[in-house]
């Protein structure tokens, strides 16, 4: 019998409608619990690009690893990214980010994301999800990425702005 487990996935966005992709990938998680407050970014690395939203959603799942990571390439494949620049632009990427007592290094998945501590842009959202989560290394003076907190995902926003 299989047991939940809390997780957190990243979702980040820089082309196109950036709220309609990040408000379509949640509606499409299942076992959805939190979602955090959406930040606008500075991208990190990668060609010049636009500004990035992004958020960290909490599930209580059955999921395994592989099948969150399975998740998150099917909400990137539904906003239709196209994978061609290493850290390019894009509709949507989501990221598998942490799941409860996983920890794991393999070649396509690695459990903490490695490099999490490193970015504002994912540890500020998930301290709003949790405020005494502990990311190992992380340094908010040093962590790549300024963030501006804008608000709730669900605003009455039609369209990107």
Same mark, same amino acid.
């Given at each position: ?7 957190? *996935? ?18 499409? !998680? ?6 955090? #407050?959406?930040?606008? $970014?500075?991208?990190?690395?990668? #060609? ?45 990427? !989501?990221?598998? *980010?942490? !799941?409860?007592? !996983? ?6 998945? $690695?459990? #903490? ?5 490193? +970015? ?28 501006? +907190? ?12």
């Amino acid at each position: 019998m299989s047991h939940r487990r809390r997780a957190f *996935l990243g979702l980040g966005t820089n082309l196109g409608d950036r709220w309609r992709y990040l408000r379509e990938a949640v509606k499409a !998680v299942p076992d959805l619990v939190a979602v955090s #407050p959406v930040y606008e $970014t500075e991208p990190v690395g990668g #060609p010049e690009q636009g500004a990035f939203l992004n958020i960290v959603i909490e599930l209580h799942t059955e999921l395994g690893p592989y099948e969150l990571l399975a998740l998150c390439m099917r909400l990137e494949r539904s906003a239709g990214r196209e994978r061609r620049v290493r850290w390019g632009p894009r509709t949507l990427d !989501v990221d598998v *980010l942490w !799941v409860d007592g !996983v920890e794991m290094a393999e070649d396509d998945l $690695t459990i #903490p994301h490695p490099r999490m501590h490193l +970015r504002n842009f994912v540890v500020r959202p998930l301290l709003d999800l949790d405020p005494g989560f502990v990311v190992e290394n992380y340094d908010p003076e040093t962590a790549f990425g300024s963030v501006e +907190r804008l608000g709730a995902l669900d605003r009455a926003l039609s369209s990107d702005e």
